[in-house]
């Protein structure tokens, strides 16, 4: 059914135009009571697979699978995708600033390769906005608010210069930090001139290290759990240096990856990609590579560091393949759009699947031991 729509209705849209229309109806579905139940038992039957729960940053969550930031940009629908079956939400990105990002059309699908090309540039309301909607979905939830995992990730002002931007994350993290079950320092997406320079250990030490006691300052009851999200395209010796300015500064996750800029191997025809022009690269085409940077982290870290893998996620066995590279989350966001609704059911009831079948009690378990494996080869 799902695939017939796509196929004859929502590849003829705008795919921003798109976005926001079935965003919109996400939203108003888990406004409706009687039909967010529903939907809730249809497309997240969690009851069902109470072998999958994890335990992730001081936290316990339904599963290991969640969708990445870039979905829900500005907050505004964490309960309706929570409803769509998403065992963890993380928002944003989100700049001290609001800003409108590039100009459009920025948003493009590669059906041939189940892949998006985005050039967004951070388009959100800023971080004081952002806060503000979080403070009255965390006081109208009350003690509710901890049956969903909230992420935020965040990153630096287009028109902040480099030599600002420490202070740039500084204040969207005293904003946000108070309504974060984990913090995000985004530095690696290709869309922010500059952005991927702060990837470099000379710049991205100083920088967690002032949104490390930002966050400390600005939360006194808890410690916000604090991660890097890094790109695809590092050397290895960069993911290396990174790996270990993480455990040096007692960071509390890494997630692998982000979008790329590359575009090799792709089946869309040269001409169309050329068209496009600029942007990050995501969806089936960055699997090997994202699965690749997980599993060099994870050699690197071990269990010293929660990581998260992102990029190229689509079925169940993807998300049990970098759960035994070494991931104890595992984040998807574009095949989303070309998997629909049931996307999260599939995934869960496949991984429990694997689960059940596999040598292991626990996903815990399972975490890195096929990294683990290969290193004793």
């Known amino acids: 059914m799902y695939s017939l729509l796509f ?31 529903f939907l809730t038992a249809a497309f997240a039957p969690r009851s069902r697979y109470e072998a999958l729960r994890t335990e992730a940053f001081g ?41 409108p990002g590039n100009p459009q059309p920025r948003l493009f699908r590669l059906v041939k390769d189940r892949a998006l ?25 009350g003690k509710k608010r901890s049956r969903t995992t909230v992420g935020v990730n965040i990153g630096k002002t287009k028109l902040t210069p480099e030599s600002e931007a420490v202070a740039d994350y500084v204040t969207s993290t005293e904003r946000l930090a108070a309504h974060a079950d984990y913090l995000v320092v985004n530095v690696s997406s290709p869309n922010t001139a500059g952005l991927r320079d702060l990837q470099a250990v000379g710049h991205l030490r100083p ?35 990174v790996a270990d300015l993480a455990v040096e500064l007692g960071l509390d996750g890494i997630i692998a990856t ?3 800029i590359s575009r090799d191997g792709l089946s869309t025809d040269s001409a169309t990609v050329e068209a496009i022009g ?37 079925t169940a066995g993807d998300v049990w393949e970098r759960i035994l590279a070494g991931a104890t989350l595992v984040q998807g966001y574009s095949a ?23 040598p292991y009690d626990t996903l815990a378990e399972a975490v890195g031991a096929g990294t683990r494996k290969a290193a004793t080869r």
């Open 7 to 37: 196929k004859l209705i929502l590849t003829r849209l705008d795919p921003e135009r798109a976005h926001h229309l079935a965003f919109a109806w996400i939203r108003r579905a888990a406004r409706t009571r009687v039909l967010r139940t």
């Open 59 to 99: 936290r316990t969550m339904h599963g290991p699978f969640g969708l990445a930031a870039g979905f829900d940009k500005n907050a505004i629908g964490i309960d309706g995708l929570t409803m769509m079956g998403f065992d963890h939400v993380e928002i944003g990105t989100v700049t001290a600033e609001p800003q």
């Open 117 to 141: 090309v985005n050039r967004m540039g951070f388009n959100n309301e800023g971080s004081a906005a952002v806060a503000a909607r979080l403070a009255a979905r965390d006081a109208a939830l």
């Open 207 to 241: 920088l967690l290290t002032a949104v490390r006691e930002a966050a400390d300052r600005a939360v006194t009851d808890r410690r916000v759990p604090l991660l890097v999200k890094i790109a695809p395209d590092l050397a290895d010796e960069d993911i290396d240096a």
């Open 258 to 260: 982000n979008t790329t």
């Open 278 to 314: 600029a942007g990050g690269l995501s969806g089936a085409p960055l699997k090997a590579r994202s699965l690749a940077v997980l599993r060099r982290l994870y050699a690197r870290v071990g269990d010293r560091i929660t990581l998260v893998g992102a990029g190229g996620v689509e």
């Open 336 to 358: 989303f759009i070309y998997q629909g609704p049931f996307w999260c059911s599939a995934i869960h009831r496949g991984l429990a699947e694997r689960l059940k079948d596999s």
